[in-house]
C-alpha cells in the first residue's frame, strides 16, 4: 500500500491525460493502492431520481441505486457518510463546492475511522474530478441521462451554471421540468464580491424559439452583469434584445440581488409570480409582492425604466422564485398544485432538517406525481438561504 498523499498526488497527475471513460477506473485504482478492496463512482442523473455507475472495462453488472430507497441514496439525500451493518462497506457523498454530485462505494475488511478519513478525501477529490471533466465528456454527461433530449433543451441546458452554489453565508439551489424537454425556462445564479445574484427567466411558449429566447436573455443579463450594470441595466438589455431579435415572444422574469453582509435584498419583477419568503418555517404572505413591471419583450423600457424593490432579510430568510408551471400544475383530475401547496412542501422539507437541494428535489418529485409525471408546462424553482457567518 503506497503513502496516502502520494496516492492522491498521483492520482491527479494521472487524470491530466485521461477521457471520461478511464475515471472510474483511476479511482478504482487509488482505492486498492489506499488498501480498499473496492471503490466504485456513482453519479446523480439529471432529475436525481437515481445514481448511475460510471462505466468501468473491468467491471459489469453494477447496477443503477434508487435515490430515495437506497443506503446510497441516503448518503446522497443527507450529505453523510453511511456504513453497511457489517461495517466493511461504506457510502460517501461526493461534494464539489456546496452541488451534490454523487457518491463513493468503498469496502475494506477492516474499513477502520483512519481508512474512512482517507475514503473522505477521496470522495472530495473525485467530486472535483468529475465536475471538471464533464464539461467536455460525452461519457460523464451521458451516464447522467436516462432518455434523449430535445433540441431545445440541449441549449438551454448548455447555458445553465450548477444547480447548487453557495458559501459559509448564502446557498441557492434551483430545478428544472421536464428535465428532457424543457422549452422556455431558465435560471441563472452567482456569487460576486457582495453577495447573490438571482434570475429566473420564463419565455412564452414550449418550443426551440423560446428556448433560444431565453438562451439569449441569459446571455444579456450575464453579458451586462459582467460589465458592471446593475439590476435595471440587465433587464433593460433583456427586453432590448428581445424587441430587436425575437420579436413575437415576451418573457416574465424575476432578476435579484441579495447583499450577504446586512441581507439585504433588491429586485425587479417583470411580469412573473412575486418571491415568497419563508421565514420561521412559514410563508410570510405577500411580503415581497409588488406590482410588477411589464413583461420583457415590448421594448418599452427604453423609456420608462422598471421598478427595484427592496426588502431587508433576517438570518436565515429563505427566498424562494418560481416559475407559474409550479402553480398552475394541474393533476389528471383537474386540482391545481397552487402556491399554498408548493410553500407547504418546502416548510414540511425544512422542519425535517432537509437543505435547500434535498428540499427542492421533494418538491419536484411531488410536482412529477401530482400531474402524473406528465408535465405539461416548464417548471422552474430557485430556492436561496441568507445564512450569516459570525464575523
Not at 477521496?122 to 430535445?150: Q, Y
Not at 446571455?219 to 433593460?236: E, P
Not at 420608462?304 to 422564485?321: C, N, Y
Request: hydrophobic share 40%; glycine share 8%; aromatic share 4%.
Amino acid at each position: 500500500m503506497s503513502t496516502y498523499e502520494g496516492v492522491l498526488a498521483e492520482m491527479l497527475a494521472r487524470s491530466h491525460l485521461l477521457s471520461g471513460r478511464q475515471l472510474a477506473g483511476l479511482v478504482s485504482d487509488a482505492g486498492r493502492r489506499l488498501g480498499l478492496q473496492e471503490a466504485v463512482t456513482y453519479v446523480t442523473d439529471l432529475q436525481q431520481i437515481r445514481l448511475v455507475p460510471l462505466p468501468r472495462s473491468d467491471a459489469a453488472g453494477q447496477r443503477t441505486l434508487d435515490v430515495d430507497t437506497s443506503l446510497a441514496g441516503l448518503a446522497y439525500r443527507t450529505q453523510t457518510v453511511q456504513r453497511s451493518r457489517d461495517g466493511g462497506t461504506a457510502w460517501l457523498p461526493m461534494i464539489d463546492g456546496v452541488e451534490r454530485v454523487g457518491v463513493l462505494m468503498v469496502t475494506a475488511s477492516p474499513l477502520d475511522d483512519v481508512l474512512l478519513g482517507r475514503c473522505e478525501t477521496l470522495a472530495g477529490v473525485v467530486a472535483l474530478l468529475v465536475g471538471s471533466m464533464s464539461s467536455h465528456s460525452e461519457v460523464l454527461v451521458e451516464s447522467e441521462r436516462s432518455r434523449a433530449m430535445t433540441v431545445q433543451a440541449e441549449l438551454l441546458w448548455a447555458f445553465l451554471p450548477p444547480r447548487t452554489i453557495g458559501t459559509a453565508d448564502v446557498t441557492s439551489s434551483a430545478v428544472l421540468e421536464p428535465a428532457y424537454d424543457i422549452g422556455g425556462d431558465t435560471f441563472d445564479h452567482t456569487l460576486d464580491d457582495s453577495g447573490l445574484h438571482l434570475t429566473v427567466i420564463d419565455s412564452m411558449g414550449h418550443d426551440l424559439a423560446s428556448g433560444g429566447a431565453s438562451a439569449a436573455g441569459l446571455a444579456a443579463c450575464r453579458a451586462t452583469r459582467r460589465a458592471g450594470g446593475s439590476l435595471t441595466d440587465i433587464v433593460t438589455a433583456i427586453d432590448r434584445i428581445l424587441d430587436e431579435w425575437f420579436t413575437d415572444r415576451l418573457m416574465t422574469a424575476v432578476v435579484a440581488h441579495l447583499d450577504t453582509s446586512d441581507g439585504r435584498l433588491t429586485w425587479i419583477n417583470c411580469g412573473h409570480p412575486p418571491p415568497l419568503l419563508i421565514r420561521h418555517g412559514r410563508v410570510l404572505p405577500r411580503v415581497l409582492a409588488r406590482e410588477p413591471d411589464l413583461p420583457l419583450g415590448w421594448g418599452f423600457l427604453a423609456e420608462t425604466p422598471p421598478t427595484e424593490h427592496t426588502e431587508r432579510l433576517q438570518p436565515g430568510d429563505r427566498i424562494l422564485l418560481y416559475s407559474d408551471g409550479v402553480t398552475e400544475a394541474r393533476s389528471p383530475q383537474g386540482d391545481l398544485y397552487g402556491e399554498d401547496r408548493l410553500a407547504d412542501t418546502v416548510i414540511r422539507a425544512t422542519a425535517a432538517g432537509d437543505r435547500a437541494p434535498e428540499a427542492l428535489r421533494r418538491l419536484v418529485q411531488g410536482l412529477r406525481s401530482h400531474q402524473d409525471h406528465k408535465l405539461r408546462d416548464d417548471a422552474t424553482i430557485l430556492l436561496a438561504e441568507w445564512h450569516p457567518s459570525s464575523r
